[in-house]
């Protein structure tokens, strides 16, 4: 019996020391099958780069997303994807023997190790640089440690007004700046962007462009719709003072002081402003009582007081005011009920040339005031058609008018032979100076030259709807056949030349 027990006991052993035999040195593996998304959209990302911790296996995504991990050994593993736009994502799988573990990774778009771009250095103009040009290349370098493609957003600013200039989506380190003003301080800086990590902005730099020229001739063109007002220096160049977003028209500049005074429609009232030569500090001079006439196109205003006040009219009602927006007084009212479209006052004794017209423009009159509101002399009265372009002779003896000597008379205000004329205070005598004028059109708004020896103006079609363009004439010259016109700016109205 106990031989037979000690047979069966070396058996069992023997069984199990064979098995124990079979399973010494086999390594126990399993696979690991995977997706990898965007977070944000749940689309497939390809290309993703698959690897583990502990090493295993690495590999990549196909098309559709989707990778395998084959024959790993059994053990807990952290799944790491990495791709281009994209952080790193972990996901933890537990591999076990001879099975299939599957795991879904998410991935959020960002920058990884992508590095934000170096500061752009501003290069040229140098910072400070004066006497800049008003058109010029704005030069700066930039670099991107990952060599990205890189954009550039420039912004401009001045030390004038709150006006921000940006231009977007450059993509070139030299920049031609445009429409700048004369004797502004301009501040620059530049934003770049690789479209990855936040834009970086340099630093601010300044130049300052060239000092305002002196001007004589001012003027208005239609931009956009609006009446803008521009200047032209003693070389024919031409620079826009007023913005072409708003209606600014009838520029008077005072010598005296050195503004310019006009006028500008705004919140469906017409007001008189006053500027520097050069545009800048725009100042509203009217309060409550703006200006006002039966067309505000043919209104008129005076600068009055050496320099220190205004005059003009609101209807039948003349109103002067400080140039600083301060004592707006009455001191004249028309006493037929007219209204008064235009007014100039003399420099030398304070005596005012008055046109007024009915409610349509017509049954004008032109007459003289004193400074006290009393009539001292009437030049014009009780003709047919449209009259205007008052303006009198520094030593008091002329005043210079346009009469459209046709007569007719229409509700658009429309004039068919409107010529130029000079009436001498003193002898009442009254010369015609649109010679050499072509039939069909009209001369306009006329102005004296700063030595009187000429005149400057408008001449245009009688169509009414034909381009306005400024001429200027020696007022000695007799010749008849228009030799004596010389056209000095196209497509431009309301001239002054001080």
Known sequence: MKTIYKLLLLSVLGIFQACS?????????????????????????????????????????????????ENILVDSYSVKAEADGYVTSFKGVAVTTGATSNVVIEMA???GNNRAP?????????????????????????????????TYE????????????????????????????????????????????NPVMSEVKSFTTLEHPESRIFYVKSVNGNNVIYAMD?????????????????????????????????????????????????????????????????????WADDGASLVYPNFSKLYK????????????????????TEVDVSEKNGNMALLVNNASGYEAEIYMIDPQGNKVKTVLSNVDGAVGGLDISVDNKLLLFTRDISGYESSDYRRLNSRI??????????????????????DLDPRFSPNEAEIIFVNTSNDGVSQNDIYTAYLEDQDTDGSHRYQIIEDAKMPDWE
């Open 234 to 302: 003693p070389n024919e160049n031409e620079y826009q003072l007023t913005s072409s977003e708003v209606n600014s028209f009838r520029p008077r500049k005072n010598l005296r002081t050195n503004k310019i005074a006009y006028l500008k429609t705004e919140a469906n009232q017409t007001h008189l402003y006053t500027m520097n030569l050069d545009g800048s500090q725009q100042t509203r001079v009217t309060g409550n009582i703006p200006v006002n006439g039966f067309n505000l196109e043919q209104l008129d205003f005076s």
């Open 109 to 111: 778009e960002g920058t």
């Open 154 to 197: 420039l912004e401009i600013r001045n030390n004038r007004n709150d006006d921000i200039l940006k231009y977007e989506n450059i993509q070139d380190t030299i920049y031609r700046l445009e429409g700048l003003n004369y004797g502004y301080k301009y501040f620059w800086q530049v934003k770049v962007s690789d479209s990855i990590n």
């Open 321 to 340: 005011v400080n140039v600083n927006g301060n004592d707006t007084e009455l001191i004249y009212q028309e006493p037929k009920g007219k209204f008064i």
């Open 118 to 150: 170096n500061p752009p250095k501003l290069i040229t103009p140098e910072d400070n640089a004066e006497g800049q040009s008003l058109e010029l290349d704005l030069i700066w370098e930039a670099s991107d440690p990952d060599a990205d493609s890189l």
């Open 421 to 442: 004329f000079i009436y001498n205070l003193e002898t009442s005598e009254v010369q015609d100076y649109s010679r050499g004028k072509l039939e069909g059109t009209n």
């Open 21 to 69: 035999e079979d399973t010494i040195g086999e390594e126990l593996t399993g696979s690991v099958t995977g997706l990898v998304i965007a977070k944000a959209t749940g689309e497939p990302i390809p290309e993703a780069e698959i690897t583990t911790s502990p090493a295993s296996t690495t590999v990549f995504t196909d098309e559709n997303g989707e990778f395998k991990l």
